[in-house]
């Protein structure tokens, strides 16, 4: 197996220990889950930090739901292909912030100014760059409807992607919406047809 692969592997294999205990995972229980032994995992990554950053890298890397979204049939209704990618894209937040709450809960907090955090969602792979890879995906799911739409698929896109992510945090208080009552929502507005 060559080093990236190995690295990979642990990657994976860490990924659900660090939402389940956070930083205070032990290097035995990583061994455990990856399958090999204490030894390989500092051949693989220099510490434990260099570990978690991995891992959290990870995380937030768009591939799972891109793949998701790009395989969601667009010759199902409109309101389906929103309803499947909302789930996913919703499954990939939780995992994030499953994440970034564990590893914060047990300790494990890094604080960075704000133009090294400018320059992070800047960079390539950067947080900038995965919310274009995903507002991409998701035009591919508007295209096939756009004679029909009020606007082009690229601020559907991006309207659809803003009710999604900015309604979880404002919703604390109340039951929130489903994901169908969500795209209802957004395709067919608040007030009732007369």
């Not at 409807?145 to 919703?171: I, W």
Request: proline share 5%; with cysteine.
């Amino acid at each position: 197996m060559s080093a990236e692969d190995r690295r990979a592997m642990i990657v994976h294999a860490v990924l659900p220990l660090l939402i389940e205990h956070g930083a205070n995972v032990t290097s035995s229980q990583i061994a455990r889950a990856a399958g090999i032994g204490e030894g390989t995992i500092f051949r693989a990554f220099k510490d434990k930090d260099e570990l978690f950053d991995a891992c959290t890298a990870e995380a937030l890397r768009p591939d799972h739901v891109l793949d998701a979204i790009t395989e969601i049939p667009v010759d199902q209704p409109l309101e389906d292909r929103l309803v499947e990618a909302a789930e996913a894209l919703g499954a990939h937040l939780e995992r994030m912030g499953a994440l970034m709450g564990a590893l914060h809960a047990s300790g494990r907090v890094k604080h960075r100014d704000p133009e090294q955090r400018h320059k992070d969602g800047a960079r390539k792979g950067g947080r900038r760059e995965s919310m274009a890879a995903i507002r991409g995906a998701m035009v591919e799911l508007f295209t096939p409807e756009k004679d029909r739409l009020r606007l082009p698929p690229e601020q559907l896109a991006a309207l659809f992607m803003t009710l999604l992510f900015g309604g979880r945090r404002l919703t604390a208080d109340v039951d929130p919406p489903t994901t169908r009552q969500v795209v209802d929502f957004f395709l067919r507005g608040a007030v009732e047809a007369e």
